[in-house]
């Protein structure tokens, strides 16, 4: 059973924008409070944003006042509106719940593809 499916990623030119998908089993979208990550070639994941189940918001500084987060209810589904993309955006973006022990977590999805270049 398919949990956790991104979608959305692509190619852009720096200044662009992308919007990503993320949509969850139910049981994962009732969890506390989801989120957005990333990983770059090389780096470690990182959280760029999360989510709570009444809507309060959180932004890494590197993202802040550029990605917004939402969610649909109606859909399970998790959203990251990325805006005035940056070549430090090309990234793999995942999904998943968010806890402090997020880095053991072990049920990940496929993730989508950002990619920023001109």
């Known amino acids: 059973q398919v949990r956790l499916v991104e979608s959305g990623g692509g190619s852009v030119q720096p200044g662009g924008s992308l919007t990503l998908s993320c949509a969850t089993a139910?049981?994962?979208?009732?969890?506390?409070?989801l989120a957005w990550y990333r990983q770059a070639p090389g780096e470690q994941r990182e959280v760029v944003a999360q989510i709570t189940r009444d809507n309060t918001k959180r932004y890494s500084d590197s993202v802040k006042d550029r990605f917004t987060i939402s969610r649909d209810n109606a859909k399970s589904t998790v959203y990251l509106q990325m805006d005035r993309l940056k070549p430090e955006d090309t990234a793999v973006y995942y999904c998943n719940q968010y806890v402090t022990s997020w880095s053991r977590l072990r049920l990940w999805g496929q993730g989508t593809q950002v990619t920023v270049s001109s």
């Open positions: 139910a049981d994962i979208f009732r969890l506390p409070v």
